[in-house]
């Protein structure tokens, strides 16, 4: 600090330093406002100026004058002059210097005058005084003052007691316990009181000691004896009244005292008043701190242990049991606590209403320790009641309750009582918490707390308020949450099943959003009973308890375990459902007792289930697959089931669990999808089961009545209530149309993301889930929305598709309803605008309010698809389709009549039934009565409905199939984006797009072709099949089902098929140009040829069938078994085709016995179907005519010319279908196929005999005669191979000498070849290449014998060549295909019959295969190369093979036939000579390979070149013969390739002759060398596969 006297002030001190200084502490001085700051700077100018004196800078009588001077400016300032000297005392003593001693001691002396004594006695040393003469001796006088000092603090003041006189004591009680209601103050008694100390010479304590004593007696007197003590304390130390408060308590701290509650009164007053404090009293107060908090640790590990001896299982005998007991009560016994007078003093404070202080112990002690014994608990309670009594009385007494008012303390330093909300949150809620879960002792006052919350709740949830307001409000509402959680709830645990408290806090908590009291609920069950060792207790004796009354749970005593289960829930929840719940995980038989027992909870209690339900099925620690991860966890799916029930029977708010699901469903998690699906299902009483009968199916085709009475397997009954539950959830959380939108987009979900590395199996089945739950969830909401509801929800259909990317059929789908609930209410406002009853009115009104409705559609679907699309087929058609369902196209009459037989006969029944009462008779008739009179009605109204719509569609029809490209394209999209993806939605759908495809071909449909539909339908449905999961593999069988029986009605009767299908152009054979629809009797398919048409397609299903049967594929197999089973009605028909199919799946019963079982156990449901159904199946030759010889239709078709009559119907839909098929496809198919050998009989045997006028009749009848020969022969061995057993059937009995050697051979090699089939069947890409590569060796080798043999043709064949090389890639291919596939041999339909022989077939495959090798298109429904039509029309009449029934009488017939045959069998002599040749010549090109050809391969050529008639063999055809032989010959030679391929391809050479001419066969000698050459680049290995390939095109 600088210094304030400068040096030169002390220099010239006389001249003006003196004066200066003077003025200096004057300005000091009187600088008042820096009060500190002005005493510092004197204190220091002061001391500079003694220090200058000290150092001999000045003289000490200058400095005491100027001093003298100084010492007025200030009252203080002879302290301050002191301290200075004190200062300077201390500073220099230390000092060696003794003349800075003698200066400091001459200032003192001069300025003594100034200081008076005993103030420098006071603050100067001892020895200083001395020095000064202000005391004789130093040493002395520090004596007297230790004497002093110890007189004072440490002698205690004996009053001596002989001297007291005992009067004294007797008037002083005397005066305080007089009467003092008149008007004696507490005054006059002091006055009094202090007379009698003074007379008789009392001690002061023990007056305050029995002023206290009979204030302990006479507490009603507070007003009195409070300012009385507080009075005399002014004449006693501040801290003898705590001493003597603590004496008193300290007496009665003996193990065997016990405080009074007078004395804990006495000290609470007191402290009210702040006469003593807390801290002072409370360190007399036992027991201590530590002690308590042992105790609290203690008390949790006895809870701990007690539930761990709960837990345990105890197996000890009853003895030692009873010592435990025994100790346990000894113990007790010993361990009675001393008397807590902690506690006392707090509960007198919280009687007394001082909760400041009551607040501060407890914060002393651990958490609820205090409340935790029951008078404090009890204290407190009553506290709060008298804090809250304004506000309940004025919001929470409910109405009509008069309820007895709580009067105020009398205390005014009690809390302020509570009249608002605001000052409930300041006290009452800061008292509630310190409560706890001890609020329990008093329900009273929960119930009072919980009616205030719902005040507040109502208050809060009203609108209208301020800002300001609002905020405090939620400020409000966060306390009360925070109330209910850690004080209402955790009571309610402790609460003896207290059902009326548990009903009135759901009072409260219904008002809470579900998301807040799932939380409370989450903390009550997961946090609050760990935080408590009475909660700890509790939950262990309530799990103990729930397993009791779950080990006797049965159906039996469902009603005494249903109200010990209310019992318990009552307090204690969560703790029981959790429990409860995981029992039913485990065993799903409880689901049922445990759903009837729970009938006696409250609505708390429900809401607390469904949040346990959430969180069981939310448990992370849960796998929701079992271990083989193809199926979904059984406790999932009991609990699913659980939810269902429970959600059914009891009203539990739903709007969780279905948020729950939507999240799961955002996530990417369909496993929860099964609780939606078993909701749904219980509540609305809408089931999805693939199982469903058609007599229920056609009820669901029905009215909602017709529905709810034929369509389901339960009875529906009381749906009502809950499903309009379920419904008033989904619509107030906006629920609906999320949930369908999620559900849509998951399906793919499912497969592309969630399906990553689970199993086929599962993917399929949740998939299944997703499905089956978004058709049921979309029909709930259908049958249960309003109109206005849904169209409000549902979005336009180009929304739902492009914006939320819904897959079409589920868009449509969600949209349906919706359509037709606009057409129907658009048509009621016409009909009541113009009342015209007219019927034509009434259908010219509805087609009117369609266009109004469905127009903005038509523009909307235009976006869904690419522009070209809209080539084929209009919108309108598409619109049209996607929004009708079975109820618009067919009234199901025989399902209505049912259902009210069914009716009449309970009429009856309630009639006979004589134990009824009447009055329930008369009930139940009307009931019976009302529902036959809805269900007619509802006919009625179906009926009329459906007129309506089909004279809508009439009038469509014309503008709905566009075919800008070509009719087959349109079949292609029609199939494409209508019917497949439609047939798997639903079963009512699959049998709707049967029924569809029926009524385009009644309605006449310009452009459609029912053939060509019917035949892309049923000719490959292997894609198909494979590509579905389970449940769609039902609904595609239930579609095809439905379409064969249309098929079968036809095929059954002439009559009908003239009638249906006669004259319509769906059954056109040939495809003109669009809009042409001509009536050529001619073109029309007729009834043989229908006939034959159909055997095909049975063949090609069985084929199909057989090839997935054998794929050895899990999904392939249990696929084709659910299609078939699901066919079985209609399909097989015809006996080998069903002796194929049966020894198929026998073989599949034994391979899977032990490997699948589930695919054992479908196999073995069909086998034993099938062997039921064998009674009914026929032979072939019933089936269909087998061999007509139609010569008139043929000469006819001839005589027409290439551009005439039409090719029969199958051949164009084949080769539109095959056409198709890619060329990876033909290869395998080729490869799979038995030899192209049995290709050639087919086709071959499949052309009918031909008289032609055309003048080469003769010729052409031979050959035509010789094919139809070998095609029966081929088609005999083929049922033969399939048949598998050689000498059984009985084409084998007709088999010629030849072929009776070789069964046992066929046998092995039969197996022999169908490994190498499998071998061979491309698996990856680089396979199918190598087996191209064979393929296309193999064909070059068969056109070297080509090249050689193409001289010997006779003229006839060269005319049959003159045929388009077109045309023979169609049968070819339409023969490959269906050889291909199953690798075993199946027979042909008689529609196959081609007039296209072996080597043309062989030679056109090649040709495709060039024309095609970059065209994939997809296998199931490809859309057709577009050339393809134009060729077929130009080609159609050479093609066209007219199956019809002969005119010619049968005895003609057979003379034909023998004519023909003789023909045959010189041409056969004459191929074996040449076959010799060609034989020869190869022998010396493949000398390695052919050593056993010559024998074999003449066999071979008889057997192929139809020579079943020759001299060797029966006299009569013999279509087996042939075909057997061919098989044995085969397998003989599969290591010998080049021989045969040339004996083979003789044939072909001869039809491929004129239809090639030179041009083919320098492509053949190109071939040849290709061949060649990648002979030379292969190694052997190479060499042999080739062998082996073009064996089996044999």
């Not at 004496?247 to 193990?255: G, I, S, T």
């Not at 529905?707 to 309009?724: L, M, P």
Request: hydrophobic share 30%; glycine share 4%.
């Amino acid at each position: 600090m600088a210094a304030l006297l400068p040096a030169e002030w002390i220099k010239n001190w006389e001249k003006g330093g003196k004066n200066e200084f003077v003025q200096l502490c004057r300005t000091l001085s009187e600088n008042k406002s820096h009060d500190s700051m002005g005493f510092r700077d004197i204190q220091q100018a002061l001391y500079e100026l003694a220090y200058h004196v000290v150092r001999g800078n000045l003289k000490h009588d200058q400095a005491s004058n100027v001093l003298g001077d100084v010492i007025e400016f200030r009252e203080d300032m002879p302290s301050i002059l002191a301290d200075v000297f004190c200062i300077l005392d201390i500073e220099t003593s230390c000092l060696e210097e003794k003349n800075k001693r003698d200066y400091f001691t001459q200032l003192v002396l001069a300025c003594l005058y100034l200081v008076s004594d005993t103030v420098l006695k006071e603050r100067l040393d001892p020895e200083t005084l001395e020095s000064l003469g202000l005391i004789k001796q130093s040493q002395q006088f520090n004596q007297k003052s230790v004497k002093i000092k110890t007189k004072l603090f440490y002698k205690q003041q004996k009053f001596n007691l002989l001297r007291e006189e005992n009067e004294g004591y007797a008037k002083l009680i005397a005066e305080l316990g007089q009467d003092l209601s008149g008007n004696i103050t507490s005054d006059l008694i002091l006055e009094n009181i202090k007379s009698l100390i003074g007379c008789f010479n009392l001690d002061p304590n023990r007056v305050l000691d029995i002023i206290l004593e009979v204030y302990e007696c006479r507490p009603e007197y507070d007003d009195f004896f409070v300012p009385l003590i507080e009075s005399y304390m002014y004449m006693c130390e501040p801290q003898t009244l705590c001493h003597i408060l603590g004496f008193k308590f300290k007496f009665y701290q003996d193990p065997s005292g016990e405080t009074p509650s007078s004395l804990y009164r006495v000290a609470a007053v007191l402290l009210q008043h702040n006469l003593i404090d807390l801290e002072d009293l409370y360190v007399h107060l036992l027991p201590g701190d530590n002690a308590i908090i042992e105790e609290h640790k203690r008390e949790i590990v006895e809870a701990k242990q007690i539930v761990r001896k709960l837990t345990m299982v105890v197996l000890s005998s009853e003895k030692t049991e009873e010592k435990e007991k025994e100790k346990e009560k000894e113990e007790e016994k010993t361990e009675k606590p001393p008397d807590n007078q902690k506690l006392g003093l707090l509960e007198a404070l919280l009687k007394i209403g001082d909760w400041q202080h009551a607040q501060s112990i407890m914060d002393q002690m651990p958490p609820f320790y205090a409340t935790s014994h029951k008078p404090i608990a009890v204290a407190l309670c009553q506290l709060v009641h008298v804090t809250i009594e304004p506000l309940y009385r004025r919001v929470g007494v409910p109405k009509g309750a008069k309820g007895s008012p709580i009067s105020s303390l009398p205390n005014k330093r009690a809390p302020k009582q509570a009249d608002s909300f605001e000052d409930l949150r300041k006290e009452v809620f800061n008292m509630l918490c310190y409560l706890g879960p001890h609020l329990s002792h008093d329900p009273i006052l929960f119930a009072k707390v919980v009616r205030l919350g719902k005040a507040f709740m109502k208050e809060f949830q009203s609108d209208g308020s301020k800002q300001e307001d609002k905020e405090k409000m939620e400020l409000l509402f966060s306390c009360l949450l925070s109330i209910t959680d850690q004080v209402l709830l955790p009571s309610l645990s402790l609460m003896d099943c207290n059902a009326c408290m548990s009903e009135e806090l759901w009072g409260m908590f219904k008002t809470f959003p579900y998301q807040y009291r799932y939380r409370l609920y989450g903390q009550w069950k997961n946090e609050t009973y760990n935080s408590h060792p009475l909660l700890v207790k509790v939950k262990a004796q309530t799990i103990d308890r729930a397993k009791y009354i779950m080990k006797r749970l049965t159906k039996e005593n469902v009603k005494p375990s249903g109200r010990q289960i209310g019992k318990l829930s009552h307090s204690n929840p969560t703790i029981l459902f959790d429990y409860i719940l995981s029992q039913i995980q485990k065993y799903d038989n409880l689901i049922t007792p445990v759903v009837d027992s729970l009938k006696y909870l409250t609505s708390l209690n429900y809401d607390v289930l469904a949040y346990c339900i959430i969180e069981a099925l939310a448990n992370p620690e849960k796998e929701r697959m079992k271990h083989d991860d193809t199926t979904i966890s059984s406790w999932l799916q009991s609990l699913a089931s659980f939810c269902g029930a429970v959600f059914r029977k009891y009203p539990i708010e739903l709007a969780g669990l279905l948020q729950y699901v939507a999240n799961q469903l955002k996530a990417g998690k369909s496993f929860d999808l099964l609780i939606l699906k078993e909701v749904v299902q219980k509540m609305a009483g809408i089931e999805i089961t693939e199982e469903m009968t058609m007599e229920q199916l056609e009820a669901m085709t029905g009215g909602e009545q017709l529905k709810a009475e034929g369509g389901y397997f339960g009875q529906i009954r009381n749906t009502k209530k809950s499903s309009q539950r379920l419904k008033d959830a989904l619509l107030d959380h906006d629920l609906a149309l999320p949930l369908c939108l999620l559900m849509a987009q998951q399906r793919n979900g499912v497969i592309f993301q969630e399906g990553g590395e689970k199993h086929l199996k599962l993917v399929g089945k949740l998939y299944d889930q997703c499905h089956d739950t978004l058709v049921q969830f979309g029909g709930f909401l259908a049958s249960n929305l309003s109109t206005e509801d849904y169209i409000k929800r549902v979005p336009s259909i180009d929304v739902l598709c492009n914006e939320f990317h819904t897959p079409h059929d589920a868009a449509f789908f969600l949209s349906r309803p919706m359509y037709a609930h606009h057409i129907s209410s658009k048509y009621d406002e016409l009909k009541k605008a113009e009342k015209g009853n007219k019927q034509q009115h009434k259908v010219h009104k509805y087609i009117t309010s369609c266009e109004l409705v469905m127009a903005p559609v038509h523009d909307a679907v235009i976006s869904l698809h690419l522009p070209k699309v809209w080539d084929d087929i209009s919108p309108q058609f598409y619109a049209t389709f996607w929004s009708l369902t079975m109820y618009d196209l067919a009234v199901p009459h025989s399902s209505y009549d049912r259902e009210v037989n069914k009716l009449k006969v309970q009429m009856k029944a309630i009639d006979d039934n004589q134990e009824m009462p009447p009055n329930k008779k008369k009930k139940e008739k009307e009931r019976c009565t009302a529902l036959q009179d809805k269900l007619l009605e509802e006919e009625k109204k179906q009926l009329e409905h459906v007129q309506r719509v089909l004279q809508r569609l009439k009038l469509e029809k014309d503008n709905w199939l566009l075919a800008k490209s070509t009719k087959n394209e349109t079949i292609t999209k029609f199939l494409q984006l209508c019917i497949f993806p439609r047939c798997i939605f639903s079963a009512i759908d699959a049998v709707y797009c049967a029924h569809f495809v029926e009524l385009v071909h009644q309605q006449k449909t310009p452009n459609f072709s029912t053939l060509l539909c019917y035949d892309r339908v049923f000719s490959d449905i292997i894609y198909t099949v494979a590509s579905c999961t389970e449940n769609e593999a039902s609904r595609y069988g239930r579609f095809l089902c439905c379409m064969l029986e249309t098929v079968t009605r036809w095929h059954s009767d002439r009559v009908i098929y003239e009638k249906e299908c006669g004259n319509y152009p769906g059954f056109l054979t040939i495809l003109r140009a669009t809009g042409f629809d001509g009536g050529n009797k001619a073109d029309q398919l007729d009834y043989e040829n229908f006939r034959h048409v159909v055997h095909k397609w049975h063949y090609k299903l069985t084929k199909a069938s057989v090839h997935c049967l054998e794929t050895g594929e899990y999904t392939h197999i249990r696929n084709i078994l659910i299609v078939l089973t699901k066919i079985l009605p209609w399909y097989p028909k015809v006996l080998n085709l069903g002796q194929a199919l049966e020894r198929r799946v026998h073989k599949i019963c034994q391979e899977e016995k032990e490997k699948r079982p589930d695919l054992y156990a479908l196999a073995m449901g069909y086998s034993g179907q099938l062997k039921s159904r064998k009674p009914f199946m026929i032979p072939e030759n019933e089936f269909h005519h087998k061999d007509p010889p139609a010569r008139n239709a043929v000469a006819a078709t001839v005589q027409n010319g290439p551009g005439g009559a039409g090719m029969p119907t199958s051949l164009t839909i084949n080769t539109v279908r095959l056409e198709e098929s890619t060329t990876e496809e033909t290869e395998k198919l080729k490869e799979k196929s038995q030899g192209v050998v049995k290709v050639i009989n087919k086709v071959v045997n499949a052309t009918p005999k031909v008289t032609t006028s055309n003048g080469n009749s003769a010729s052409n009848s031979k050959i035509v005669k010789e094919k139809d020969e070998k095609e029966k022969s081929g088609k005999e061995k083929d049922k033969e191979k399939k048949d598998k057993t050689p000498a059984a059937t009985p084409e084998m009995k007709a088999l010629g000498k030849d072929g009776k050697d070789k069964p046992k051979e066929e046998r092995a090699n039969k197996d022999e070849k169908a490994r190498e089939i499998k071998e061979k069947t491309p698996k990856s890409d680089k396979e199918k290449e190598k087996v191209k590569k064979e393929e296309k060796a193999s064909k070059e080798e068969k056109s070297k014998t080509v090249v050689t043999i193409v001289e010997s043709k006779s003229t006839a064949e060269k005319e049959r060549e003159k045929e388009p090389s077109r045309e023979r890639d169609v049968a070819k291919e339409m023969k490959s295909k269906e050889n291909a596939k199953g690798g075993e041999k199946i027979p042909v339909a008689g529609s196959l019959k081609s007039p296209v022989p072996r080597s043309e077939i062989s030679e056109s495959e090649r040709e495709q295969k060039r024309r095609k090798v970059d065209t994939h298109s997809s296998p199931s429904h490809s859309s057709t190369v577009k050339d393809n039509l134009n060729e077929l029309k130009d080609s159609s009449a050479k093609h066209y093979i007219n199956h019809t029934t002969p005119a010619l009488s049968k005895s003609k017939e057979r003379e034909v036939d023998k004519k023909d045959l003789d023909k045959s069998r010189e041409r056969s002599r004459e191929r074996e000579k040449k076959d010799e040749k060609d034989r020869k010549e190869r022998k010396r090109d493949h000398s390695n390979s052919d050593r056993e050809v010559p024998q074999d391969s003449t066999k071979r050529r008889k057997e192929e070149n139809g020579t079943t008639g020759s001299s060797k063999h029966s006299k009569s055809e013999s279509p087996s013969d042939s075909p057997r032989l061919n098989e044995k010959e085969k397998e003989k030679n599969k290591s010998k390739s080049s021989g045969k391929e040339k004996g083979d391809s003789i044939k072909a050479e001869k039809m491929e002759k004129s239809s090639s001419g030179s041009k083919k066969e320098s492509r053949h000698d190109k071939e040849k060398t290709e061949k060649k050459e990648k002979r030379e680049s292969t190694g052997g290995k190479e060499e042999k596969k080739h062998h082996k390939s073009s064996d089996k095109h044999r």
